[in-house]
């Protein structure tokens, strides 16, 4: 299978927009911004990546998604790895990302991945479930 990552592009806007909760504009800047990459296979669009900062200098993963049937091939695997090029090309040494609480699945992936939990953050989401952050070192 050839993966091919690249930043986002306003051409992959129908593709985004179904996948994101933002409005319009907050899309669209996201994707000037260069702070989406996509991860295309033979053509198609199967999974992206969005980063963002926390307190205007933490980078912070905020989304990664891989459609289901492409899923444990490698291509949450690439979308990080550009996102971690990207970060160390801008002199960040570390990045941050987060899973609710009560899900094991997204957890276990994160530590899979390298990632190392740092901390909860209690009652943030709905239902009062908590978030739970990881810190991944570059």
């Known amino acids: 299978m050839n993966i091919s990552v690249r930043f986002a592009e306003e051409s992959d806007y129908e593709y985004l927009h179904w996948q994101?909760?933002?409005?319009?504009?907050?899309?669209?800047?996201?994707?000037?911004?260069?702070?989406?990459?996509?991860a295309i296979v033979d053509g198609k669009h199967v999974g992206h990546i969005r980063y963002e900062f926390m307190w205007g200098h933490l980078p912070f993963l905020s989304l990664i998604m891989v459609?289901?049937?492409?899923?444990?091939?490698?291509?949450?695997?690439?979308?990080?790895?550009?996102?971690e090029d990207v970060l160390k090309l801008?002199?960040?040494?570390?990045?941050?990302s987060s899973s609710m609480e009560n899900e094991p699945k997204p957890q276990a992936w994160h530590k899979h991945m390298?990632?190392?939990?740092?901390?909860?953050?209690s009652n943030i989401n709905e239902n009062r479930i908590g978030e739970t952050f990881f810190r991944k070192d570059l």
Request: hydrophobic share 35%; glycine share 8%; no cysteine.
């Open 90 to 96: 801008h002199d960040h040494s570390y990045y941050i």
């Open 114 to 121: 390298g990632f190392q939990e740092i901390g909860l953050l």
């Open 20 to 38: 994101h909760p933002l409005k319009d504009e907050v899309l669209l800047h996201q994707i000037q911004s260069r702070h989406i990459m996509v």
């Open 67 to 83: 459609k289901t049937r492409y899923q444990r091939q490698g291509i949450g695997k690439e979308l990080l790895s550009f996102l």
